[in-house]
């Protein structure tokens, strides 16, 4: 997919496809389907209303939108981003652009207050906010309802943009709104509100994050202080006053930092290395092949697993030699440990009992005792607080999940897998409808 010879293509660019406020976009002939975007060193604001020149924008803007897009990449959600060709241009996959804006808000503020009369400036949603905005500059880009975007019928690159693609977009963005909240978070900067933009792949006619996500798209407050903001509202703050040299000075730092910053989240999250790890001991070495289900499911999130074969009835010294060193490991690396054994289970109950890390029991069930040997996982001694899930798989996943609450990497990978178990079903009913020709 990647192209090799970076530096050719601008030699290589054709026409202009679109020329905005802050980009232009080309035509890449001898790369159908992909296209070139420069960004440009111009800030503007309400429309075009204030516009500036904000050296080094294009840069800072170009490394925001490179270091969000490759966190989202890596978690799972398809974006325009190919690869960065130099510091103010990337190539991308060419999208036919469709017109909305899709704004996400978890803190009430701006706009919205304005358009809500009496809703108290920062109010918060749960689950955030979704509002939609016709790109229409003539127009002061309209807000639509649902109903609205629903009833134009668009058709954006032969793709008709109906109910079920808007409700994909729709959680597509909520996703990707709580996959930056929970990225800025690690920094304890809030993600206030956000804009994308989505388009339909000229060559896989699939809808996919588009545009950018820079400093102009959000609303971001470090430790959630509004006095603290570091994003475009400080230039349109400064609207209607005469903008000096040390104002766009002061821009300019705001957006420096805020690439930087970007950079290093991207940088710690698709490090591609969890912070954890999931630790599997196994009461027999023929329990193996269960075990690997296990390991499938952790290594999908980029999680570390390790595999033991240790015995609490017939070796529990040495189920406690291992679990002494698991737990002295664990000081730095947050660990859970699933036990499988099968018949009795000795050992989840023992390592539950003699140690703090959570363990999941996950036996392996034979076909004829499956009934009684589960008991020994359920029905525990006072004072354990062992958990049982049956299928290997789930059990990775809920190991996934308790080291998700102190791995953004991970939780962003879960966040996204919540996002296509929903459209795995969504996908299937559709395929259904059409079928039987049955409407939604
Ligand atoms: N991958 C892509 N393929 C095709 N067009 C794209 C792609 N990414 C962005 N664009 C489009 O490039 C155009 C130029 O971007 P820019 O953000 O500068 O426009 P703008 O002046 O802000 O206008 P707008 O309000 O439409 O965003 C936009 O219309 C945007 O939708
Ligand atoms: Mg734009």
Not at 14 to 34: F, N, Q, S
Request: hydrophobic residues 40%; charged residues 25%.
């Amino acid at each position: 997919m990647k192209v090799e010879n970076l530096a050719r293509l601008h030699e290589e660019k054709g026409d202009v496809i679109i020329e905005g406020k802050t980009k232009i976009v080309y035509e890449l002939p001898k790369h159908p389907g992909k296209c070139l975007i420069k960004s440009k060193d111009s800030i503007t604001a309400y429309n075009g209303e204030m516009k500036n020149t904000l050296e080094g924008k294009a840069e800072m803007s170009t490394a925001t939108t490179f270091s969000m897009f490759a966190i989202l990449e890596d978690a799972g959600i398809k974006t325009s981003l190919i690869q960065k060709v130099d510091k103010s241009s990337v190539l991308a996959h060419r999208c036919h652009m469709i017109p909305i804006e899709w704004v996400t808000r978890r803190v009430a503020t701006g706009s919205f207050l304005r358009r809500n009369e009496g809703v108290e400036e920062g109010t918060r949603f749960y689950p955030p906010k979704l509002e939609i905005f016709y790109k229409d500059d003539a127009n002061d880009d309209p807000q639509w309802s649902r109903e609205m975007l629903e009833a134009k019928k668009m058709v954006c690159g032969g793709l008709l943009i109906s109910p079920d693609e808007i409700d994909k977009m729709e959680k597509m963005t909520v996703a990707i709104f709580e996959i930056i909240e929970k990225c800025w978070q690690t920094k304890n900067v809030s993600l206030v509100d956000m804009k994308i933009e989505f388009g339909v792949c000229d060559a896989t006619k699939e809808i996919i994050l588009a545009d950018v996500i820079d400093n102009d798209s959000w609303r971001i407050w470090p430790s959630g202080d509004k006095r603290l903001m570091m994003d475009k509202q400080v230039f349109r703050n400064l609207r209607g006053s005469q903008i000096t040299a040390s104002h766009m000075e002061n821009l300019k730092k705001n957006f420096k930092w805020v690439a930087e910053t970007a950079g290093e989240i991207a940088d710690d999250v698709n490090s591609g290395v969890s912070k954890g790890r999931v630790v599997v001991l196994m009461g027999s070495a023929s329990d193996k092949a269960h075990c690997e289900k296990i390991k499938n499911s952790c290594t999908k999130f980029g999680i570390q697993c390790i595999l033991r074969v240790t015995s609490a009835h017939k070796g529990t010294g040495e189920t406690m030699k291992i679990l002494a060193k698991i737990e002295g490991e664990a000081v730095h690396i947050p660990t859970v440990i699933v036990a499988v054994a099968g018949r009795s289970n000795g050992l989840g109950p023992v390592s539950a009992g003699n140690s703090c890390i959570p363990v999941i029991n996950c036996p392996p069930m034979s076909s004829q005792w499956a009934t009684s040997d589960v008991w020994s996982s359920l029905r525990l001694p006072s004072g354990l607080g062992c958990s049982t899930i049956l299928d290997p798989e789930m059990a990775g996943l809920a190991a996934s999940q308790i080291l998700a609450q102190h791995d953004v990497l991970i939780w962003c990978r879960l966040r996204v897998q919540l996002y296509l178990n929903w459209l795995k079903l969504k996908v299937a009913d559709a395929e259904l409808r059409e079928a039987q020709d049955v409407v939604a």
